[in-house]
């Protein structure tokens, strides 16, 4: 007879609103009902009206909220979802600067705000003139190449090897597991090949994109220096959201 664990395991990364319960091997599948999270790591999975009876009563969970359209939780909300595991009963008040605007209108008119960002703020002499974000509904989301490479295992120690800057009080080693975190909550597309310069305890959660001609040159020249870059936009279609179409212009 083996105990049982402090939540149900969890197949992979909860990218797709369906019930992340194990089954044998597999998850249940079916369209969730709540987003579930375990523990103060932020541990999580979605769970359906069927194994939802389970909890509270075979397992015990830190917080958990109906599933909605804010279940990714991109950019910030990684934030406010930590407060709320460890305040649950906290309210937050989310306001949005600028409007929203239909994909038709920001293809018709080529920008993502009708607001133009450089009329937003001043800029002193010698320093930057310009800044590219979007004053608008989602933010910087809305022009965000969603580029998301991680640093180097030696970006943390640049003083010790170089002789420049300080050294960071924390090391890759240390961060590695938030990364693979962050990268599943996100749903990043990688390739396994950059896991040779950048070590990896898990795998990308989406397949790499697919590579230009010049691209597959440059690998086969230099194959430890040359491969797709970690990004948050979708190399493959998934329950989220369909497949990015990578055209250089538009970020999803």
Same mark, same amino acid.
């Not at 990268?183 to 990308?204: D, K, Y």
């Given at each position: ?49 069927? =194994? ?28 406010? #979802? ?13 306001? #949005? ?54 640093? =180097? ?100």
């Amino acid at each position: 007879m083996t105990a049982e664990p402090v939540h149900p395991p969890i197949l992979g990364p909860a990218i797709a609103r369906n019930c992340t319960r194990w089954l044998r091997d597999h998850n249940c599948g079916k369209p969730a009902v709540r987003h579930v999270i375990w523990d103060a790591e932020l541990e999580n999975g979605f769970v359906c009206d069927e =194994h939802l009876d389970e909890i509270g009563t075979r397992w015990k969970c830190l917080a958990m909220h109906a599933v909605g359209p804010d279940c990714a939780m991109p950019g910030s909300l990684f934030f406010l #979802e930590g407060l709320l595991v460890r305040r649950p009963q906290a309210r937050v008040l989310v306001l #949005e600067r600028g409007q929203h605007h239909p994909v038709a209108w920001q293809l018709a008119q080529q920008r993502s705000s009708a607001i133009d960002p450089r009329a937003t703020f001043r800029v002193p002499p010698g320093h930057k003139p310009d800044w590219d974000f979007t004053v608008g509904l989602g933010g910087g989301t809305n022009c965000w190449y969603a580029q998301t490479p991680r640093f =180097h295992p030696n970006d943390f120690r640049t003083a010790s090897l170089y002789g420049v800057g300080r050294d960071w009080p924390v090391g890759y080693d240390g961060l590695e597991p938030y990364y693979v975190r962050a990268e599943r909550r996100m749903a990043v597309s990688g390739s396994e090949v950059m896991g040779r310069v950048l070590p990896r305890s898990a795998p990308f959660p989406l397949p790499p994109h697919r590579v230009t001609r010049a691209d597959e040159l440059m690998q086969a020249a230099q194959p430890e220096r040359h491969f797709a870059i970690a990004t948050a936009r979708a190399s493959v279609k998934t329950p989220e959201r369909n497949r990015c179409t990578t055209d250089g212009r538009e970020g999803h």
